[in-house]
């Protein structure tokens, strides 16, 4: 199995431009989420998904963030428009539900720059 | 109530020594504790899990030590190896089932050879 797939790895961008992340989840894994890493806050949970359904968005910092999971393949994750602050990197991790507690398994990252 | 708070920031450790990273959390709703390898340019990796019914877990060479009274864990790598040499995390979820898992700040391990 290829694991989880991130695309792009790195993104540079400027300040107001919209910003989509992408994630394969593995296949048959029915959870998805998205984190984000920073310096400053470390590891946050942003929101997941099970069975392509949104559960719990309370992490997305604001507004200018959505996440959509149209499928069980794929997933993204907009910011529109960007800001400096955004500048993190964004994991994207599936797991399959029928082993509980959970065990994630993470892609390898989009770096996002936004200038 | 929902941090998890980890020390060392950072541990340098001589070949075949023990590394000792503690973990430290306020919520008693958690109850599942994961920890967490990444190396760089890579995404975090499950190494070990425990739940709060057992005080220990041992594989291989990592150890998970669990004091819910003091809602403190440990990880002990005994035998640490220079591929051991990455960044560390802790972390917790309430309600079993490991979804909302808060993260501990990392420990950046160092294993000289």
């Known amino acids: 199995d290829a694991g989880v797939i991130q695309s792009p790895r790195h993104e540079v961008t400027e300040m107001g431009q919209e910003v989509t992340l992408r994630c394969k989840p593995i296949?048959?894994?029915?959870?998805l989420f998205w984190y984000r890493q920073t310096m400053m806050r470390g590891l946050e949970l942003l929101i997941y998904?099970?069975?392509?359904?949104?559960?719990?968005d309370s992490g997305m910092p604001e507004d200018r963030f959505s996440a959509k999971m149209p499928n069980a393949s794929f997933s993204t994750l907009k910011i529109q428009p960007s800001e400096p602050r955004d500048s993190a990197v964004y994991f994207c991790?599936?797991?399959?539900?029928?082993?509980?507690?959970?065990?994630?398994?993470f892609g390898s990252g989009t770096q996002l720059s936004v200038l | 109530q929902q941090q998890v708070k980890q020390s060392p920031q950072s541990l340098i450790v001589q070949k075949g020594g023990i590394s000792i990273i503690n973990c430290a959390y306020e919520?008693?709703?958690?109850?599942?504790f994961p920890w967490y390898q990444q190396f760089p340019g890579k995404g975090p990796a499950l190494l070990i899990a425990?739940?709060?019914?057992?005080s220990e877990k041992k594989e291989g060479r990592f150890t998970i030590s669990f004091n819910k009274s003091a809602k403190q864990f440990s990880l002990h790598i005994m035998d640490s190896q220079p591929g051991d040499s990455a960044t560390y995390f802790c972390?917790?979820?309430?309600?079993?089932?490991?979804?909302?898992?808060?993260f501990g700040e990392g420990t950046q391990l160092t294993v000289n050879p």
């Open positions: 991790a599936s797991s399959l539900g029928a082993g509980v507690p959970l065990k994630l398994f």
């Open positions: 296949s048959g894994h029915d959870y």
């Open positions: 998904f099970n069975n392509n359904v949104p559960i719990d």
């Open positions: 919520n008693t709703a958690f109850d599942y």
């Open positions: 425990i739940r709060p019914d057992v």
């Open positions: 972390a917790a979820s309430p309600g079993g089932s490991g979804s909302r898992l808060t």
